[in-house]
């Protein structure tokens, strides 16, 4: 059986579960309610429902997986390769179209021009059925030559079509649109321009298929969201279980989750936007889904508007990729980078560039990073899920997967790295001083996501990925921990008949300056929180470890020849030691030294829905690197995930291994010295004293918020009341007013006429319509 | 140019769904008074058979007539200019003297077109009989006469009959906003009747004038000469650039007015907001699509040249318009008033799309006059429902609506998601193939629309924010969820949204089909008249 045929099936569960809890749930609710004794569905047993459908999801993605190795293996023999070495090649990707999404326009070759002294191209028929590109196929098939002299005018070629305007259709486009032969020079030196050959011009057919795609990396994100989301399922039914909005939290949940899976899977362009606008769909509704407090809401929708900010710059990008390949699939395009795009040329460089616009905003990059932290507004098991380990990676997944249009650009490369930089050390800066246990965690995830962006734009785009998978295992980990702990700080409180104010906007539960001495109190979550923060910190040989200091290897490696690089690289180092600090604190401020607070004193640990997950991921954080391991050449990252995402197996060589373990213990140890148990040998006052400034800078998140404020958001408001009653009431509709009344006026004069009543005009207009319609009709009638 | 109808059926069906509710209307006019019941069930009744035949007509559209292998020969040209149930079948009907002659017909983007007319009107007529209570009977005759008039504008193939049907739609427009609507519905009739009345006063003088310069010339005075027939113009030479101009700028400007095009767009708000739920579902639903379906119908072809040179105004129109009409909206504190603006906004896409002149554009733009209907006409009822219940429609006045009404606020989630397109709804298929034609067309353009998205969201999302998020405040407090009735009124357009967003071919197929000729037929027409 080949399950491949069932790909559809994997984001079809998800979507299954989602339609059944909006759908069926209040029916067969009512139902059996309608039941003697009937009391309704259990709300508990949405929870199971979705959590099982994703499940069955992850159980057919590993199916899928096996399935995917195996081939692989058997495509390595039959391709002969050596089998000493035990290496398989990665099989081809698989493509399933399910239908045609959208079909505008007919194939047709509309101007078809050709260099007089290439007299095969006769045989191309003017007009003839097929995309405009089939042409320049046709031509490379019938003369190669002809298209390396092509090949650097491609760009110059679209031009018309991309900034002409209206012209396709306008009036200076010889003989009806078509170059024909003889309209050109009959021989030699033709420029090149002149020289197009099959000109792309205002009859495109727009297809697109919606279509799924199965390859190593499509595999890879499969596994990280069914497994890492059947988890975080799994524990919300522990964590969610008590709350009267369980269902509508587990639709969402699932629809999330299909959604993912969408964008994942896509295999072209706008199926990926398809699952890149839902996945900020359901986190819009997931950060308000406690919609009852106003900043809950504000927060959603601030994530969707910023998110959006993001994707228009996608949209754009997606417009040009078509306008330059007259397709949105990935085959077609990546195959066709190199030929239509030439390096470093304009819309080589625009492309990319948008791209990496609409990355920022999904995975909270600068400048558009400012709603990840707000999004922690929602319940801890979607922090977790969409904040930590998913959705905020498609940034990074998408630029992996469009290496190919990164790599006409160096440039774009490079800001990619910068990009990654600057938000990996802005982030690590605030994350040094924060004190709520999720803003913590909210911030080290918008640095870690900088750190993949740093690998993409490295070149190493599978140390940015292999990162991702670990970050995902990690700080999911550290997320439903902290969500755990939360869970048993609530429980602290209420177990001594507290109720704490929340202290600067922070509720009790999750202050770290009320927690301490948790790793006896919730032992499960105490060293499993401990496990995944050790893996962030990069204590060495944990999954973290690994993947971040191939990153921080690969920058190392360009250094040498380019002075950014090594500017980079140092961020890098510094930003490691910021994150090995910043996680030192709060391990320690959690975990250790005496309670400050009844919470934490009489904290219990969680039922084991939840502390199960947290095993199961604290086990990955450990071995999660295996797969990617950077000493082995034949990784099954390396092998399978290198071809579709491109670039250098990075790699890790002992120095650089040596420097990020020093890295790692500096940061936990100063973070040990300053805020662990025991008699501290360095004073946390005394050092926030000596950064005073940088410590209020931080605090107060750079100010950036009330920044875009102050320059968008307000002045956006202030031109809309603008707009509306100045411009539209005042003077539009006053200008309309003024001629009404001055039509009234007239009218006045011929007051007998004016009877006030609309039908009357009606009716006097209509008339006079026909006498002067008959008057004409006599005219042309008798003329 | 070889222009053919055809009607597989041999049975008028077209001359069936036009006039069936003006039939409707005089069958009301003959029941009794204050049987509010049974008025309300037989104008029902009209509006749901004339459904069922729209359906039937939709159902029997011959769309094989796209498909490459088996157009042109058998109807002697390549679809979309050839015109399905055509009601005379071959020659138009000498209707009034000069020539004036009855005929209807549909092709890809008209008979669409029609079926959301149909399916507009039964809904609206489905709310109205909830909701409306005062002077039911003469309510149900003008909207039944309303339904007649905008069906016929969609299908006349003759300009003199589409200007009558034109006009007809006016009149009971006139009364349903004077005599059902708010508070100031006096002011705001004037100025709707002004303004459309100056716009179509201009188009009939045009179409006079281009009956008279185009059409008369091709047949000269014979007997069946119909100088106003759709096919004569198009047969006809092209006109000078001066005088295509000219009666373009009548036609565009009478057009514009309706769809509205900024800045010709201030009767709008002030109709929406006056108008009774179901006039308002018909208004943005229905009579706004008569303007850029005339653009598209009329205009292109018939003068190819002077659209062509005028493009650039109208997609700078139409940018500013989605700019604007978003901006305004986001500083709205009646909820009508801002989906009334968002209309201006979304229809700023539809003429983004048609003035691009290509494929995806002119498909799109189709499109998305039919998604603005389903979108626009639910966001109208769900304001109306929600009106009808806390009696006001001031955004301040609400808050923490989905405690009190759950579904209520899906449904309205759904049609917001919709509207602010949102991939898996039709909003996303139209937005996205508008702005891929303005962008192809001129990339600034293009692009400037492309944030219309952003736009969109902003203030969509801060009007959900305030009346369904937060605690329960102010009139929401006690308000009941949607009704059966209600629900079942909304379902039919939740269904379409999803199905246009994730199978569009089923009405894209014969829209982008007909799109696709016509843009052959009107880009060899100008540069027939660029003097080739």
Redesign the interface.
């Known amino acids: 059986m080949d399950l491949r045929d069932y790909l559809w099936l994997v984001p079809a569960l998800p979507l299954a579960g989602f339609l059944i809890l ?1 759908l069926l749930w209040p029916w067969a609710d009512a139902l059996s309610r309608r039941l003697p004794a009937g009391r309704g569905l259990p709300p508990m047993l949405a929870g199971w429902l979705a959590t099982a459908l994703v499940g069955a999801a992850f159980a057919l993605s590993l199916g899928l997986g096996a399935q995917f190795l195996n081939a692989a293996a058997i495509a390595g023999e039959d391709a002969g390769h050596e089998p000493a070495e035990g290496v398989a090649a990665a099989p081809e990707p698989y493509v399933q179209r399910l ?8 194939d047709q070759v509309e101007v078809t021009a050709a260099r007089a002294d290439l007299p095969q191209l006769e045989e191309i028929p003017v007009g003839a ?1 097929g995309p405009s590109w089939i042409a320049v196929d046709t031509v490379r098939q019938l003369n190669p030559k002809a298209l390396e002299a092509l090949g650097p005018a491609m760009g110059r070629m679209w031009q018309p ?3 002409a ?2 012209r ?4 200076d ?1 010889p ?3 078509l170059v024909t032969l003889d309209s050109l020079p009959p021989s030699g030196d033709v420029a090149l321009e002149n020289a197009a050959i099959a000109q792309p011009r ?5 297809a697109v298929d ?1 279509a799924l795609q199965l390859d190593g990396l499509s595999l890879l994100m499969l596994l990280v969201v069914t497994g890492v989301g059947f988890l975080i399922h799994l524990y919300s039914i522990g964590y969610m279980g008590q709350d009267a909005g369980i269902r509508r939290y587990f639709s969402y949940l699932n629809l999330f989750v299909f959604s993912m899976l969408m964008l994942v899977l896509g295999a072209n362009f ?1 199926v990926l ?2 699952g890149w ?2 996945v900020g ?1 359901c986190s ?1 509704l997931l950060i ?1 889904f406690w ?4 900043a ?3 927060a ?2 601030k994530a ?2 910023v998110n ?2 993001g ?2 710059a996608f ?2 990008a997606l ?1 040009l990729i ?2 330059v390949f007259g397709s949105l699939d990935f085959a077609r395009v990546f195959s066709q980078a190199e030929n239509l795009l030439p390096l470093g040329g304009a819309l080589a460089v625009a492309i990319p560039a948008l791209l990496l616009f609409g990355a920022a905003g999904k995975s909270a990059q600068v400048p558009l990073y400012v709603w990840l932290p707000d999004a922690m507004a929602g319940p801890t098991p979607v922090s977790a899920l969409i904040h930590a380990a998913t959705m905020v990676t498609a940034g990074v997944y998408m630029s992996a997967r469009a290496h190919a249009l990164f790599d006409r650009a160096p440039v774009v490369l490079a800001a990619v790295a910068v990009v990654g930089a600057l938000t990996a050390l802005l982030a690590a800066l605030i994350a040094t001083v924060q004190v709520d246990i999720k803003r913590v965690l909210a911030y080290s995830t918008i640095s870690q996501l900088g750190f993949m962006f740093m690998g993409v734009g490295a070149g190493a785009a599978l140390a940015g990925v292999f990162h991702l998978m670990t970050h995902a295992f990690f700080k999911a980990l550290l997320f439903l921990g902290a969500g755990s702990l939360m869970h048993a700080m609530e429980h602290g409180f209420h177990h001594a008949n507290e109720h704490p104010q929340s202290v600067d906007g922070i509720p009790a539960p999750q202050d770290m300056r009320r927690m301490g001495g948790l790793l006896k109190r919730a032992p499960v979550t105490g060293w499993t929180f401990l496990i995944g923060g050790l893996a962030l910190a990069g204590f060495p040989g944990l999954a973290g470890f690994w993947s971040k200091d191939e990153i921080v290897h690969a920058l190392h490696q360009r250094s040498a020849a380019e002075p950014l690089f090594l500017a980079l690289w140092l961020m890098a180092l510094l930003t490691a030691f910021l994150t090995a600090y910043y996680t030192g604190r709060q391990l320690c401020m959690v975990l250790f030294g005496a309670p400050r607070s009844s919470g934490a004193a009489e904290a219990s640990d969680s039922p084991w829905v939840m502390t199960l997950p947290l095993v199961v991921l604290a086990l990955l954080s450990v071995i999660g690197w295996l797969p990617g391991n950077p000493l082995a050449e034949h990784s099954l990252l390396a092998t399978y995930v290198l071809p579709v995402v491109g670039g250098e197996h990075g790699g890790l060589d002992a120095a650089g291994a040596a420097t990020a373990t020093a890295i790692a213990f500096a940061g936990l140890g100063l973070a040990w010295l300053a805020f662990g148990p025991g008699r501290r040998l360095i004073d946390a006052d005394r050092l926030a004293q000596r950064f005073a400034a940088v410590r209020r800078l931080a605090w107060n998140r750079f100010y950036v918020d009330e920044f875009y404020d102050r320059l968008f958001v307000a002045p ?2 202030r ?3 603008f ?3 100045v ?2 009431v005042g003077m ?2 006053g200008l ?1 007013n003024w001629v ?1 009344r001055l ?1 009234v006026g007239t009218g006045q004069l011929l007051r007998g006429w004016q009877s006030g009543q ?2 009357a ?2 009716l006097s ?2 008339l006079g ?1 026909m006498v ?2 008959w008057y ?2 006599q005219q ?2 008798g003329g | 140019m070889l222009l053919t109808t055809s009607n597989a059926l041999g049975f008028p069906l077209l001359s069936l769904i036009v006039f069936l509710p003006l039939v409707g209307a005089g069958l009301l006019a003959l029941l009794p008074k204050r049987q509010d019941g049974l008025i309300h069930a037989t104008a029902l009744f009209i509006a749901g058979l004339d459904l069922v035949l729209a359906l039937v007509l939709f159902g029997s559209f011959d769309r094989g007539w796209a498909d490459p292998a088996t157009q042109s020969i058998q109807h002697g040209m390549r679809l979309g200019a050839g015109f399905q149930f055509a009601d005379p079948e071959r020659l138009p009907l000498n209707w009034l003297p000069g020539g004036i002659s009855y005929q209807l017909g549909v092709d890809g983007i008209s008979v669409v077109l029609v079926l959301l007319t149909a399916l507009l009107g039964f809904l609206a007529l489905l709310f109205s009989s909830l909701h409306v209570g005062h002077r039911v009977r003469e309510y149900g005759i003008w909207m039944l006469i309303l339904q007649t008039g905008m069906l016929g504008v969609f299908t006349a193939l003759d300009l003199f009959l589409f200007y009558v049907f034109w006009e007809a739609s006016l009149i009971p427009m006139i009364f349903l906003i004077a005599i059902w609507g708010g508070r100031e519905r006096i002011y705001a009739t004037f100025k709707f009747v002004l303004y459309t009345l100056a716009g179509s006063a201009l188009m009939l003088v045009a179409l006079v004038a281009l009956g008279q310069l185009m059409g008369r010339p091709v047949c000269g005075s014979a007997p069946d000469c119909h100088p106003y027939h759709f096919f004569t113009l198009l047969a006809a030479p092209s006109l000078p650039l001066a005088t295509q101009a000219l009666l373009f700028g009548a036609f565009a400007l009478a057009f514009a007015v309706k769809v509205p095009l900024f800045p010709f767009h201030s009767w709008l708000p002030d109709a929406h907001v006056q108008a009774p739920t179901a006039v308002s579902v018909i208004l943005a639903g229905v009579l706004l699509k008569m303007g850029g379906y005339g653009l598209l119908r009329f205009c292109l072809p018939l003068f190819p040249k002077a659209a062509v040179a005028a493009a650039p105004a109208f997609l700078l129109l139409a940018v500013i318009g989605i700019w604007y009409g978003a901006w305004v909206a986001f500083a709205q504190t009646d909820m009508k008033k801002l989906v009334a603006y968002s209309s201006v906004s979304h229809m700023g896409i539809v003429i983004l799309g048609i003035f691009s002149f290509n494929e995806q554009g002119l498909a799109g733009g189709a499109l998305q006059m039919i998604n603005h209907g389903l979108s626009t006409g639910a966001l109208f009822l769900l304001v109306g429902m929600l009106y009808e219940r806390a009696h006001s429609r001031q955004i301040a006045d609400f808050g923490g609506l989905w405690q009190v009404m759950p579904r209520f606020s899906v449904v309205f989630l759904v049609v917001l998601f919709s509207s602010v397109g949102l991939p898996g709804t039709n909003g996303f298929v139209g937005e996205w193939l508008s702005l891929l034609g303005g962008f192809r067309a001129n990339m600034l353009a293009g692009g400037l629309a492309a944030f219309g998205v952003v736009l969109g969201a902003a203030y969509m999302l801060w009007l959900y924010q305030r009346v369904f998020f937060g605690p329960v405040r102010g009139k929401s407090a006690g308000l009941p969820d949607l009704t059966g009735p209600e629900m079942l009124t909304l379902l039919p357009l939740v269904v379409l949204i999803f199905w246009i967003g994730i199978y569009p071919a089923t009405i894209l197929q014969p829209i982008q089909a007909a799109a696709t000729e016509w843009l052959t037929y009107i880009d060899s027409a100008a540069r027939l008249a660029a003097g080739g």
Do not use: C
Request: hydrophobic share 55%.
């Open positions: 909006v239908w045609t999404w959208m079909e505008v326009g007919r059925v079509e991309l900034t305007g209206l396709p259709v306008g009036a486009i003989a009806g649109g205002s009859r495109h057919r727009f919606m706008l936007f398809v606008e839902l769909a819009y308000g919609h009852q407090d106003p809950n809401a504000a959603g929708r969707f508007v959006r900010i994707d228009f949209i754009i417009m078509w306008s956006f408001k031109l809309a009341d707009f509306w009653r411009v539209d539009v509709d309309v009404g039509t609309v039908r005009y009606a207009v209509l319509a002067l319609v004409l009709f042309a009638w």
